[in-house]
Nanobody, 115 residues
Framework: QVQFVESGGGLVQPGGSLRLSCKAS????????LGWYRQAPGKQREFVAR???????NYADSVKGRFTISRDNAKNTVYLQMNSLKPDDTAVYYC?????????WGQGTQVTVAS
């Protein structure tokens, strides 16, 4: 069983940056493809970024060129570097496997982009 714990969210002004972290339990972290997802108020949860076990990456069009996903298998941690943040990026951000496993959602971390 894998558990994910997200951190690093907060309030940031438009154009600012944040780095989210997600630490996973379990000894086979390195074999998973991992993803970041987000859910804005009143909207469905959506895909943000993915990193494979061999470090290939994919991004939602809405964040391409602004967000970067990375992983450190030695620390069982996946990161999301978010630059040039926009108010539309306001959401609760979650990490999970990719494709996600419904049983593995954590609490998420709130990101609010506002002036």
């Amino acid at each position: 069983q894998v558990q994910f714990v997200e951190s690093g969210g907060g309030l940031v002004q438009p154009g600012g940056s944040l780095r989210l972290s997600c630490k996973a339990s379990g000894s086979i972290f390195s074999i998973y493809d991992l993803g970041w997802y987000r859910q804005a108020p009143g909207k469905q949860r959506e895909f943000v970024a993915r990193i494979s076990d061999v470090y290939s990456t994919n991004y939602a069009d809405s964040v391409k060129g602004r967000f970067t996903i990375s992983r450190d298998n030695a620390k069982n941690t996946v990161y999301l570097q978010m630059n040039s943040l926009k108010p539309d990026d306001t959401a609760v951000y979650y990490c999970n496997k990719y494709p996600y496993g419904p049983a593995y959602w954590g609490q998420g971390t709130q990101v609010t982009v506002a002036s």
